[in-house]
């Protein structure tokens, strides 16, 4: 099982936020991570999600990654999404 780490860019495959783009903010178990998007999926009420209904991608939000939780926001989590996301929502990636 591949190993998801702070600040990874998900998408979720199952679920009612199937197609949504959300940053691993940690790992809770070997089965469970923490997710969030800034919006609904705030720092304060992070979305809990079995990793084998997510698609994780190569990329990293670095400000994310580097602050380790303590100074992040959800203004943070929102830039970093955008960067990281294109518009379209589509890219193809190696997964």
Same mark, same amino acid.
């Given at each position: 099982? $591949?190993?998801?780490?702070?600040?990874?860019? $998900?998408?979720?495959l199952a679920g009612r936020d199937k197609g949504k783009h959300y940053l691993v903010l940690r790992e809770l178990d070997g089965k469970? $991570?923490?997710?969030?998007?800034? !919006?609904? #999926?705030?720092i304060e009420?992070?979305?809990k999600k079995n990793r084998l209904h997510?698609? !994780?991608?190569?990329?990293?939000a670095g400000q994310v990654d580097q602050a380790g939780g303590e @100074?992040? @926001? +959800? +203004? #943070?989590?929102?830039?970093a999404l955008k960067e990281l996301v294109p518009p379209t929502g589509d890219f193809e990636e190696e997964v």
């Open positions: 099982m $591949v190993e998801l780490k702070p600040g990874q860019l $998900v998408r979720s469970y $991570v923490l997710l969030v998007d800034g !919006h609904k #999926r705030s009420r992070p979305k997510l698609q !994780h991608y190569e990329r990293f @100074n992040l @926001n +959800d +203004d #943070r989590v929102i830039k």
